[in-house]
């Protein structure tokens, strides 16, 4: 049970919506105190450990504080312990490593009929500038699922014991997802809560450590909150902070057009396009260009002068190529289960094929933004650049003999990132993606939380949903979403483990690929024009028998259901909002369609679907 301390979300008024979605051209309001909800969770499960002494399991983990009030005084202090970890003892784990979130905190009394709320020590690094500020009626929060007290004197049902958790504005409701895979479903939730639960600054941050926007962070925490909320207050402005509080990481630059573009798709606005364009122009990195197109962060052009262009206030800023986080064992001092960290062994060249490749995916959607922002000169520049940039990585990157991407100019070694990256921009020609697909399965999850994200985008693409979904599902080893849930954490970690990542925090929205990817790719679900205008529905089901999904737009809630009827027959039902319009993708091997009761021609690719409700009956043929 749980307790709001305000109305559920649902019943807001629908203009909070429309003003929070159609912010003014020229602001992005901060984020107020009245911006944010609580509610006050009950226990779910409580153990008596010994005379006065229990454990209050929540049942997840929120960013706030604990609340008591007591029917009885109690004039001896109670010791009070708030962590995220259990110990194997069963008890709050005091020692947790990482960043993992531990305090202790004392109370002098238990006044009687008094609401009490334990006041928490701040933590230096996360509580100061550059982390975001936390609106001043918060106090000092930190995440937690678990509390223990210690010399409780009074009877355990005489105190109200709650969870107060603290988070942005969120309807539980607007986005849902089940089927016939259990983990699918475990993995879902688990992703769905860490987009809610770490909501609590009004920004994508990086989770509770730091508490600062990174780029490649909030890309991935903005596909995943468009799939479950139809709020875009917080995409867009943490993509506004970024203008003025760029990261060092080239390819993190390089998300910045692509935090953008995806605001416009989602939201059908705009402005940011407008108002930002020469910055994202900048966000390129196109000034770094060689004669042959391809760029370097190595290049003496990315001087004092070009980094002030970029938005960095210090010149000294070292802007690097990451490829993936944590790097090798050698470049942390770090003690890792890998030595190679989590970029595959990847060789950090001074041409690196991950990064030119997000460059060239860059272009492609400059293009298309300059296209949105009606400037047709802009749309044939960056056209003509993407083209010369994809066919010179294929040149140059490219090994035809191994039928793989190098890991840069030079160097002979083939890794994951190098492969999928590529994969998932579309850059693989057609005769090199059997080849480049085979060789990134080999790989298994050779990269981190962050890096999955492209992996499985770049699977769909290859039509390699089963694999795809094997991956998001399994349950062996500790490179899996399920590790999360088995070691206790009801959010997604930053790392696969802590013996990846020794200072890893148990709370990060980059770790939440699967709700994002279930939506858009598993599922299919994507504005085939900005805001929603219209969709697209393209599902890779898999080997699910049965599914059902409610998806949040900005015109309104898509629901769809998915059954298969047999070996090569499947049914879905797929309910658009009123003023809505769509395409459904057909699956490969599609032999018979029937729509709404009405045959339609098998050689069609891809079916209209309209406003309200439309089913569709499909055989295909059995592979």
């Known amino acids: ?53 229990y454990l209050i399991d929540f049942g997840k983990a929120y960013f706030g504080t604990l609340s008591l009030q007591s029917k009885q005084y109690q004039s001896d202090s109670l010791i009070v312990h708030l962590g995220e970890k259990l110990s194997d003892n069963q008890m709050i784990d005091r020692n947790p490593g990482g960043t993992i979130r531990y305090q202790k905190a004392i109370l002098e009394e238990l006044p009687v009929n008094q609401r009490v709320e334990v006041a928490l020590q701040a933590d230096k690094r996360n509580s100061n500038p550059p982390a975001i500020a936390l609106p001043d009626s918060f106090g000092v929060i930190m995440p937690f699922r678990y509390c223990e007290l210690e010399n409780l004197q009074i009877p355990i049902d005489e105190v109200e014991i709650l969870q107060k958790a603290l988070y942005y504005k969120f309807n539980d409701d607007a986005g849902t997802f089940t089927s016939s895979d259990t983990i699918l ?27 600062i926007p ?87 052009k990315l001087d004092a002068a070009f980094k002030a262009q970029l938005g960095f206030k210090n010149p000294d800023t070292k802007v690097k190529d990451i490829v993936d986080w944590p790097p090798a064992q050698k470049d942390t001092g770090w003690k890792l289960a890998t030595e190679e960290g989590e970029r595959d062994g990847y060789e950090m060249v001074d041409v690196n094929t991950v990064v030119n490749a997000f460059y060239y995916y860059n272009l492609v959607l400059m293009s298309e933004i300059a296209g949105f922002l009606g400037k047709t000169d802009d749309v044939a520049f960056f056209q003509q650049k993407s083209e010369k940039v994809k066919t010179v990585i294929n040149q140059k990157l490219f090994d035809q003999t191994r039928g793989v991407y190098v890991d840069g100019e030079g160097s002979n070694h083939a890794s994951l990132h190098g492969n999928m ?3 998932a921009f579309n850059l693989v ?29 770049g699977l769909f693409h290859a039509n390699e949903p089963e694999y795809a979904l094997k991956l998001i599902t399994d ?72 599914s059902e999904i409610k998806v949040p737009t900005i015109k309104g809630i898509i629901t769809a259901s998915y059954k298969r009827a047999g070996k090569n027959d499947q049914v879905f039902e797929i309910t658009l909002s009123d003023g809505m319009k769509g395409e459904f993708i057909l699956p490969n091997g599609t032999t018979k369609v029937v729509m709404n009761g009405r045959k339609v021609n098998r050689k069609a690719c891809c079916i209209a679907l309209n406003a309200g409700r439309n089913v569709l009956q499909i055989k295909t043929e059995i592979e």
């Not at 879902?188 to 909501?199: E, F, G, N, P, Q």
């Not at 799939?227 to 970024?242: G, H, K, L, P």
């Not at 090199?432 to 499985?456: E, H, P, W």
Request: proline share 5%.
């Open 1 to 53: 049970m749980r307790i709001k301390s305000r109305n559920q979300f649902y019943l807001l008024p629908i203009l909070f919506m429309l003003l929070c979605s159609f912010a003014h051209a020229q602001e992005v309001n901060l984020p107020k105190a009245g911006d944010f909800e609580s509610e006050l969770n009950r226990a779910k499960r409580v153990v008596k450990l010994g005379d006065g002494h």
């Open 185 to 211: 479903n475990a993995v879902w939730d688990l992703c769905k809560h860490t987009i809610k639960a770490t909501s609590f600054t009004g920004y994508y941050v990086d989770g509770d450590r730091e508490r």
């Open 214 to 300: 990174y780029e490649a962070d909030a890309y991935i925490n903005q596909l995943s909150h468009y799939s479950v909320d139809s709020v875009y207050c917080i995409a867009r402005r943490t993509n506004e902070y970024f203008i003025d509080h760029p990261t060092w990481p080239t390819e993190w630059l390089l998300h910045t057009v692509l935090l953008f573009y995806q605001d416009y798709m989602y939201t059908g606005q705009p402005d940011m396009l407008g108002k930002y364009y020469d910055v994202l122009k900048t966000r390129t990195l196109m000034d770094l260009e060689r004669e042959d197109g391809l760029i370097s962060s190595r290049s003496p």
């Open 421 to 423: 990256i590529p994969l």
């Open 429 to 457: 020609p057609e005769e090199n993606q059997q080849s480049v697909t085979d060789f990134i399965k080999s790989r298994g999850m050779a990269c981190s939380v962050y890096g999955a994200q492209y992996l499985l985008e």
């Open 475 to 546: 349950t062996t080893g500790d490179r899996t979403w399920w590790n999360m849930i088995e070691i206790g954490s009801t959010m997604a970690l930053e790392a696969w483990d802590t013996k990846y990542k020794p200072n890893l925090d148990w709370n990060h929205a980059w770790g939440t690929a699967p709700l994002n990817i279930i939506t858009r790719y598993l599922w299919g679900i994507t504005p085939q024009k900005p805001g929603f205008e219209s969709v697209q529905i393209k599902p890779q089901l898999g080997h699910l028998n049965s």
